[in-house]
């Protein structure tokens, strides 16, 4: 059995040398993207997944997951023949702290130059740095990316996931809902007013949309034609566009067909699925897990996202005005969804 493990290892890490893969994904907040993280985790080996009465190791499919915080290290790192002289810039402004940074269980051996050439990564561009870093220096290299990981036999894609935007703006408010500072006090329809268009602002060129604690999220760039078109031109760029509703498992299984990877033996895949409450299937009793997933599909088919029953009408207008501007972005990315996903799905 031994000598079986040794020579599994052994081809699996031929194989990973034969074939780097890079996967960038832009997690953008409160469409799920925890849901894909934790699976990508899984594949990487980097989470206790298998139940006590299967005590084995799931196959691995990727070496690393880097999460967002040491997304611009690994980038500045591993890529220095495809910085702009903006992106060595803001490396060597990064220097120190990506020197200094300890090494976490997710970062594997990123730090090492020219890694990439032998190993598979998925990388995690989140939050306010990452995301901004990934905006101006990464996105614009997808072309060179592929066509260097095409020359060593690999594949480089992204991906990033769009949400109904009426159920993205109250979940961020649920989230985050504002607080004000002293005596200011932000009601529903002052924090709408200024978190409309999120995901289109998040989807620009510039970093628009942040969060605080005082303001919850908040899109500086306010959200017209000029910010829709920018925002439609740069997701038809990604390789993988999916919707919230149907992460698991339509995005997860084009994500394994654009990756090459093989399929899950059924084992390995009833183990790492994923259940609409982005936890893995096996952590939750069946018959939990089958009633939310009756009450997603039916909030699906009455096209109601969570908590719009309890708004008011005159709430429900505000959202929906809130709302209008991600609508275009959110059926093109609909557009690019299975096709029962796009018909079960408004």
Request: proline share 5%; net charge positive; hydrophobic share 40%.
């Amino acid at each position: 059995m031994a000598v079986c493990a040794v020579a599994t290892a052994a081809a699996s890490a031929a194989a990973s040398a034969a074939t780097p893969l890079l996967l960038n994904f832009r997690h953008l907040e409160k469409t799920g993207g925890t849901t894909i993280r934790e699976w990508l985790l899984r594949n990487a080996g980097k989470r206790p997944n298998i139940p006590r009465r299967e005590q084995r190791p799931l196959s691995q499919r990727l070496d690393g997951f880097v999460r967002y915080y040491e997304a611009r290290c690994f980038w500045c790192v591993q890529f220095p023949e495809l910085h702009t002289d903006a992106a060595k810039r803001a490396c060597a402004d990064l220097q120190a702290d990506c020197a200094g940074r300890k090494k976490r269980v997710y970062g594997h051996e990123w730090r090492v130059a020219g890694s990439w050439r032998h190993s598979r990564y998925a990388v995690e561009w989140h939050g306010g740095a990452a995301a901004a870093f990934f905006e101006e220096h990464v996105f614009g290299q997808a072309d060179a990316l592929k066509r260097l990981y095409a020359a060593h036999n690999g594949t480089a894609a992204s991906l990033v996931v769009l949400r109904e935007p009426r159920a993205h703006l109250l979940s961020a408010y649920k989230m985050w809902p504002p607080r004000g500072s002293g005596a200011e006090r932000i009601t529903f329809a002052d924090w709408l007013a200024s978190a409309g268009g999120a995901q289109t602002g998040m989807l620009g060129s510039r970093a628009c949309v942040g969060v605080t604690r005082e303001r919850g999220m908040r899109n500086a760039c306010g959200c017209g034609a000029a910010q829709q078109a920018e925002a439609a031109t740069r997701l038809a760029r990604y390789d993988i566009v999916g919707v919230t509703r149907c992460l698991a498992p339509d995005v997860l299984r084009e994500l394994e067909v654009r990756l090459r990877w093989a399929p899950d033996p059924p084992a390995d895949a009833r183990v790492r699925a994923m259940g609409p409450d982005g936890r893995p299937l096996h952590m939750k009793l069946e018959k939990l897990y089958e009633a939310a997933w009756s009450e997603r599909k039916t909030r699906a088919a009455q096209q109601q996202p969570a908590g719009w029953a309890a708004l008011n009408a005159s709430d429900q207008a505000r959202v929906a005005a809130a709302a209008a501007c991600d609508e275009p972005l959110y059926r093109a990315a609909l557009s690019r969804a299975p096709e029962d996903c796009r018909t079960s799905v408004a």
